[in-house]
């Protein structure tokens, strides 16, 4: 019985996809004493791992190698896999659409395997981010196909991923895992599952409240930065700096909690997952007005910040076109090497369109590609600095040397107050 297998964790563990998400949980599984296949579409990524090496920073190799030399994990193309597979969690992309229409064609895909291989007692669990509903709608129609009946003879359920990369101390080991099923012995076997391996595990009554609850979480976020985008864009006309405005609010012990501007949201959750939300509420005739606005807000902050640069370099006498224009940090995030809906690369998009000549540093992103322009990091130097008309800090990465910035006289526009705390008429915020 899977009950029992789990609890005693003999259960063989199948996870689909191994990128940010489904790798490390596979990790976890495999160093709870699971037995755990990885199955990416990726042959690149299969070969990488079968030789002991992590492509994902929150991943140690060290971990991947003693997984591989005990036996316990292994990695393939092979969806056939599945047919020894007690339980699998669903670990694919689910992007948007350039009309930002929902794309869960990965999600279909991986269904449409597992039904291939689906047998009485197996466990099947979505991670990736989607719409409430994506669960029932999409994945239980097409399990039932087959005649077999869930909560009976297989289990069904959503549990959201709540992946931070680069977070020191929130992970995949200990960020509570939310777990909702389609009935309740599939939420009770699903719990079992997450108890055996993970943090503290969160039931909910349905797979549509995971669902949503994921949503929410990411949509909070993004209309908090939207507002302070607003804000930041409003103090700019009023000549007040936002960054003090800020600090200060955030001096109140209760009731505020602090959001802080930047050149765009990036990342695989926040620019993209409220969109799922509005997309559904359209559905059922309700227009989600604060989402929308708040796309559109972020949406407009990397041509605010071409508008600064432009500002820079005019008041040195120069045009954009022609002008040497230095990126520094192109990750979304501080150290990390995470340049998925990076906003960075909107700006370096539209500065190329204007006819800047580009380049960039970041220590962890040693190479990049942009809309067909190939790129290699550079390293941060006095020399490279005396070169460029301009600095744009789009990401604030701890590796840069602060003083060496504000103290090249070159003009910077930091978008992230990287250089807090210190003056220049050479640093122009955001």
């Known amino acids: ?85 007690d339980s699998v969690d669903i670990c694919v992309p689910t992007p948007l659409r350039k009309t930002r229409d929902p794309d869960i ?27 409430p509903g994506t669960t029932e709608e999409v994945i239980l129609a097409r399990l039932e196909d087959t005649g077999l009946k869930v909560g009976e003879d297989f289990y069904l359920a959503f549990s ?18 939310v777990v909702g099923g389609v009935t309740p012995a599939c939420t009770e076997r699903a719990v ?49 700096d936002v960054w003090e405005v800020i600090d200060a609010a955030a001096t109140k012990p209760f009731g505020f909690m602090p959001f802080y501007p930047g050149p765009g949201l990036g990342g695989h959750c926040i620019p993209i997952d409220p969109f799922y939300l509005s997309w559904k509420a359209k559905e059922s005739g309700f227009e989600a007005r604060f989402i929308e606005l708040a796309g559109v807000i972020n949406g407009s902050m990397p041509y605010y910040v071409v508008s600064k640069i432009s500002d820079c370099l005019n008041d040195g006498g120069k045009p954009v076109k022609g ?37 960039y540093s970041d220590p962890h992103v040693p190479e990049l590609s942009v809309g067909g322009m190939e790129m290699r990091s550079e390293d941060l130097t006095p020399e490279l600095l005396s070169s460029v008309d301009c600095v744009v800090i789009t990401t604030a990465h701890s590796a840069f040397d602060r003083e060496m910035l504000a103290g090249s006289g070159v003009p910077i526009v930091d978008t992230r107050n990287a250089l807090k705390g210190m003056n220049g008429d050479n640093i122009r915020k955001i």
């Open 160 to 177: 959201p991923e709540r992946v931070d990369p680069g977070n020191p101390d929130w992970n995949t080991k200990n960020i509570p895992k």
């Open 192 to 240: 079992i599952l997450y108890e055996q391996t993970l943090g503290p595990v969160v039931p909910v009554s349905s797979t549509k409240v995971a669902e949503m609850v994921k949503l929410l979480e990411n949509t909070f976020r993004s209309v908090n930065i939207g507002l302070v985008n607003e804000l930041a864009l409003m103090s700019d006309r009023m000549g007040i």
């Open 105 to 131: 064609s990965y999600v279909r895909s991986a269904v449409q395997e597992i039904v291939k291989y689906l047998h009485k007692d197996m466990m099947i669990i979505l991670d990736s981010t989607t719409y």
């Open 1 to 85: 019985m899977l009950k029992e297998k789990l609890q005693t964790r003999e259960a063989h563990l199948g996870v689909i996809g191994l990128g940010y998400v489904g790798l490390p949980l596979s990790m976890e599984f495999a160093r709870a004493g699971f037995r755990v296949t990885g199955i990416d579409n990726d042959e690149k990524k299969v070969r990488t791992l079968l030789a002991g090496e992590s492509y994902i920073q929150d991943v140690p190799s060290e971990w991947v190698r003693e997984s591989l030399a005990s036996g316990i994990f292994t990695a393939t193309t092979d969806y056939a896999a599945l047919k020894d597979v």
């Open 323 to 359: 002008s040497k224009v230095l990126i520094l940090g192109v990750a979304y995030k501080e150290d990390i090497n995470d340049v998925r809906e990076a906003p960075a690369l909107d700006v370096i998009k539209l500065l190329r369109d204007k006819g800047a000549d580009l380049c």
